[in-house]
C-alpha cells in the first residue's frame, strides 16, 4: 500500500507530499461509508433481482445516487492528494489549483448523491405506507428535492462566471456569494432530513401493535437521522 501511495502523491521535485493528516483522515472517513454504501446497496439490488424478481423505480434511484457518489469520490481523491486541509500558503500555485479544480467538481455530484438518494427513500414510502395523505406528502417533497435539487446542482457548476474563476480569484468575472450558498444549500439538505424523518412517525404511531414493538419500529426509522 505505501509503494501504490508512493507513487499515486503529487509531488514537487523535492519530494514533498501534500497527502495532509487532514486529507488522510477526510478520504479514510469517505472511503469507509462509501464502502458501507456499496455493500448495503448490493445487498438489496441482490434482494430486489435474485428473490423478488423485479426492481423498482425506488431501487433504480439509489442505484444512481450510488453512481453519482463514486464519481463524487474519485475527484475528492483527487482533492485529497492534492493539500485538501493543509494551510493554502503552504500549498504552491499548480497544487492549489489542482485541488480547486477538483472541489469545484465534487459539489454537485455530493448534491445529486444526496437528492437521489432522499428521493429514493421516499419513493420506498409509496410502497410502505400507501395512503393517500402520504402520496400527497411525498410527492409535495419530491417536488422540492427536485426543485431546490436542480438549483443546487446548477450552481454548483456555474457559480463563477467565467467558471475558471473559481479556481483562479484573479480572473475578471462574478461570483455568488458561495458562503451564502453553501449555508442555503446546507438549510435545506438539513429541512428536508429532518421532513423525511417525521412524516412516517404518525403511520407508525396509528398501527395496532404493542407499544414496545411501536416504539422499536420507530427507533429503526430514526437511525436514518445518523
Known sequence: MADVLHILLPR????????????????????????LATIFVTAR????????KRMEPNDWMILIALTFSYV?????????LNGMGMHGADIPPPVMLK?????????????????????????QYFRVFPTKRMRVVCWVLIGVLATYGSWAV?????????????WNPTLPGYCINQ????FSNASMHIFTDLAILIIPIPALHALELPKRQKIALISIFALGGF
Open 12 to 35: 514537487e521535485e523535492t519530494g514533498q507530499s501534500y497527502f495532509s493528516h487532514g486529507g488522510k483522515r477526510g478520504l479514510s472517513i469517505s472511503v469507509v461509508f462509501t464502502s
Open 154 to 166: 446548477l450552481s454548483a457548476f456555474l457559480n463563477c462566471i467565467p467558471v475558471a474563476k473559481f
Open 99 to 123: 485541488q480547486m479544480k477538483a472541489f469545484w467538481l465534487t459539489i454537485p455530484f455530493y448534491n445529486a448523491a444526496l437528492l437521489c438518494a432522499k428521493a429514493s427513500i421516499l419513493m
Open 45 to 52: 439490488i441482490y434482494t430486489r433481482t435474485r428473490l423478488m
Open 72 to 80: 463524487f469520490m474519485g475527484f475528492f481523491i483527487v482533492e485529497s
Open 179 to 182: 458562503k451564502g450558498l453553501w
